[in-house]
């Protein structure tokens, strides 16, 4: 499947851990302002994948890769790319939320910092519009200055949501983001997922067949290091063309 | 389990008790502010002041030095070399090696670091050696502190678009108590520690005045006092004991409240 401007382009991309051959020539294009599911079995290659997006793998001796991730047109593992510049534009949430070792404050201003903001209004209004946009403000705009590891773990992984969205990004990288969550956490997660896409890339690994249903356009399968199939969220999860989807959806009916 | 117990606790009460009870009638004002008449260690006048302040110069004066040379140390094999690295698992396994050398080593190294510079035994050469000292207690305590801080605090930090630099920061903070407790325990080493300042720092009986004089240290007053004939003068030695225990209690007691308030922010 091709799409006119993909957001992110991953062309013949091989990944090895030592002697394993991790990711075996990828061929994918990410569409711009829509969420793109990664699916597979654990183990199949779906969060390396989804890391060689913001090259998380460069301080891992034993990883090597080939190939190129095309971010706009620009390759990010060319020899010239910048990686802070890189990663700048991709949020990434982890499975469990890890908030930095400060205040919520600081967490969130934590990123335009580093880029260089040291305005405190300026600050003061971004720590406000991103609290907001993940609806965690009405919870905490009375104790911004206390430690964020107070926090339920909801409330720190939609805090780790707001730090990625306040270094203005244009991906949101999302790995398995819900899976430490409970039923009600998840829920707000993924309507904020729905809501983002207005605004941003959204590329999410989940192993819940019905979360990939609920919040994405489209949908890879990904087992054993392979891109399987690539396509709406519908067809692939209802009507798989490839035999190996088949049976990895055929218990998934609603 | 109950066995263990005993014996631990037991035989620091009983070092403890053994030191409070024959140093404690011993000790005295005179004992804590002044310094050693010339007839000190024959039962003459005066106290261990050059000695307590000789060793908490020495102690003070390494472990900031030490601190400083070993944060880069930790930080540039932890997040500047790949995960093991063979350049960062020699350094620990030469830090290793370093650490379970007997201070008489760097005792004679350092002394003979100083003759080959012309320098005369001082306070900056004990410094220096018990900084030498330390340096591997520091950086493995830090070490192992820095390996168990989950690589997703990391990956957090760097997809922000944070470089290695500004991310070693978010690191520091997160194990700032750990990094306490490395000083602390450097701290306590340098602080008793007799074979490495013996040639190096020297002797004397007045406070040192600048970097260059020679410094007494509390074990060294302890060792020099217990070996006199004299009985009263042996019981001073366990005065200078318990002065040394009571400073290596303070700063362990400092250092937890400080610790506590350090982890306020940690995940």
Same mark, same amino acid.
């Given at each position: !499947?091709?799409?006119?401007?993909?957001?992110?382009?991953?062309?013949?991309?091989?990944?090895?851990?030592?002697?394993?051959?991790?990711?075996?020539?990828?061929?994918?294009?990410?569409?711009?302002?829509?969420?793109?599911?990664?699916?597979?079995?654990?183990?199949?290659?779906?969060?390396?994948?989804?890391?060689?997006?913001?090259?998380?793998?460069? +301080?891992?001796?034993?990883?090597?890769?080939?190939?190129?991730?095309?971010?706009?047109?620009?390759?990010?593992?060319?020899?010239?790319?910048?990686?802070? &510049?890189?990663?700048?534009? !991709?949020?990434?949430?982890?499975?469990?939320?890890?908030?930095?070792? !400060? &205040?919520?404050?600081?967490?969130?201003?934590?990123?335009?910092?580093?880029?260089?903001?040291?305005?405190?209004?300026?600050?003061?209004?971004?720590?406000?519009?991103?609290?907001?946009?993940?609806?965690?403000?009405?919870?905490?705009?009375?104790?911004?200055?206390?430690?964020?590891?107070?926090? &339920?773990?909801?409330?720190?992984?939609?805090?780790?949501?707001?730090?990625?969205?306040?270094?203005?990004?244009?991906?949101?990288?999302?790995?398995?983001?819900?899976?430490?969550?409970?039923?009600?956490?998840?829920?707000?997660?993924?309507?904020?997922?729905?809501?983002?896409?207005?605004?941003?890339?959204?590329?999410?690994?989940?192993?819940?067949?019905?979360?990939?249903?609920?919040?994405?356009?489209?949908?890879?399968?990904?087992?054993?290091?392979?891109?399987?199939?690539?396509?709406?969220?519908?067809?692939?999860?209802?009507?798989?063309?490839?035999?190996?989807?088949?049976?990895?959806?055929?218990?998934?009916? +609603? | 389990?109950?066995?263990?117990?005993?014996?631990?606790?037991?035989?620091?009460?009983?070092?403890?008790?053994?030191?409070?009870?024959?140093?404690?009638?011993?000790?005295?004002?005179?004992?804590?502010?002044?310094?050693?008449?010339?007839?000190?260690?024959?039962?003459?006048?005066?106290?261990?002041?050059?000695?307590?302040?000789?060793?908490?110069?020495?102690?003070?004066?390494?472990?900031?030095?030490?601190?400083?040379?070993?944060?880069?140390?930790?930080?540039?094999?932890?997040?500047?070399?790949?995960?093991?690295?063979?350049?960062?698992?020699?350094?620990?396994?030469?830090?290793?090696?370093?650490?379970?050398?007997?201070?008489?080593?760097?005792?004679?190294?350092?002394?003979?670091?100083?003759?080959?510079?012309?320098?005369?035994?001082?306070?900056?050469?004990?410094?220096?050696?018990?900084?030498?000292?330390?340096?591997?207690?520091?950086?493995?305590?830090?070490?192992?502190?820095?390996?168990?801080?989950?690589?997703?605090?990391?990956?957090?930090?760097?997809?922000?678009?944070?470089?290695?630099?500004?991310?070693?920061?978010?690191?520091?903070?997160?194990?700032?108590?750990?990094?306490?407790?490395?000083?602390?325990?450097?701290?306590?080493?340098?602080?008793?520690?007799?074979?490495?300042?013996?040639?190096?720092?020297?002797?004397?009986?007045?406070?040192?005045?600048?970097?260059?004089?020679?410094?007494?240290?509390?074990?060294?007053?302890?060792?020099?006092?217990?070996?006199?004939?004299?009985?009263?003068?042996?019981?001073?030695?366990?005065?200078?004991?318990?002065?040394?225990?009571?400073?290596?209690?303070?700063?362990?007691?400092?250092?937890?409240?400080?610790?506590?308030?350090?982890?306020?922010?940690?995940?």
């Amino acid at each position: !499947m091709t799409f006119e401007t993909p957001h992110i382009s991953v062309q013949n991309l091989n990944l090895y851990y030592g002697a394993n051959h991790a990711l075996k020539n990828i061929n994918i294009d990410i569409p711009n302002k829509k969420v793109t599911s990664f699916i597979g079995p654990s183990g199949c290659g779906k969060t390396t994948l989804l890391k060689t997006f913001n090259r998380l793998h460069d +301080s891992s001796l034993e990883v090597r890769v080939e190939g190129k991730v095309l971010l706009d047109g620009e390759n990010i593992y060319d020899k010239n790319a910048e990686v802070t &510049s890189i990663r700048k534009k !991709m949020g990434l949430l982890s499975q469990r939320p890890f908030p930095l070792p !400060m &205040s919520i404050y600081d967490n969130i201003a934590y990123g335009p910092r580093i880029h260089g903001e040291r305005d405190r209004h300026k600050l003061d209004e971004i720590v406000e519009r991103h609290l907001k946009d993940v609806a965690l403000w009405p919870e905490v705009k009375d104790r911004l200055k206390s430690p964020a590891s107070r926090l &339920s773990i909801g409330q720190q992984q939609r805090l780790c949501l707001a730090r990625g969205l306040a270094v203005n990004p244009e991906i949101i990288l999302g790995d398995e983001p819900t899976s430490a969550l409970d039923p009600k956490s998840t829920q707000k997660i993924e309507e904020l997922f729905i809501e983002l896409k207005e605004k941003y890339t959204i590329v999410l690994v989940t192993h819940i067949l019905r979360q990939a249903r609920r919040v994405s356009d489209y949908v890879a399968y990904i087992y054993n290091g392979e891109i399987i199939e690539f396509a709406p969220t519908e067809e692939l999860l209802l009507n798989p063309k490839q035999k190996l989807t088949q049976e990895y959806v055929k218990g998934f009916v +609603s | 389990m109950v066995f263990a117990t005993v014996i631990i606790v037991g035989s620091f009460f009983l070092i403890v008790g053994t030191i409070v009870s024959k140093g404690f009638p011993a000790l005295s004002w005179e004992m804590l502010s002044e310094i050693p008449s010339g007839d000190f260690y024959m039962g003459g006048e005066g106290g261990i002041l050059n000695s307590i302040l000789g060793s908490l110069y020495i102690a003070a004066g390494s472990s900031l030095l030490a601190l400083i040379i070993s944060v880069p140390i930790v930080i540039y094999i932890n997040m500047y070399l790949k995960k093991s690295s063979w350049m960062g698992n020699l350094t620990r396994l030469g830090y290793d090696v370093l650490f379970g050398m007997p201070s008489i080593v760097y005792g004679a190294f350092g002394f003979t670091l100083m003759i080959y510079l012309g320098m005369r035994a001082s306070l900056l050469g004990g410094i220096v050696t018990v900084t030498l000292l330390i340096i591997p207690i520091m950086v493995r305590t830090m070490d192992e502190v820095i390996r168990t801080v989950p690589k997703e605090l990391f990956d957090a930090s760097y997809s922000l678009g944070a470089t290695r630099l500004e991310t070693s920061r978010v690191v520091l903070k997160q194990v700032a108590p750990g990094i306490l407790t490395a000083v602390l325990l450097a701290f306590g080493r340098g602080i008793g520690d007799v074979a490495s300042v013996m040639f190096t720092a020297g002797f004397s009986n007045d406070i040192p005045k600048s970097l260059e004089d020679p410094a007494s240290t509390l074990p060294l007053a302890v060792f020099n006092q217990l070996s006199s004939p004299v009985e009263e003068v042996q019981s001073r030695a366990y005065a200078a004991a318990l002065v040394l225990t009571i400073i290596v209690l303070l700063i362990s007691i400092s250092a937890r409240v400080l610790s506590k308030r350090l982890s306020k922010n940690k995940i």
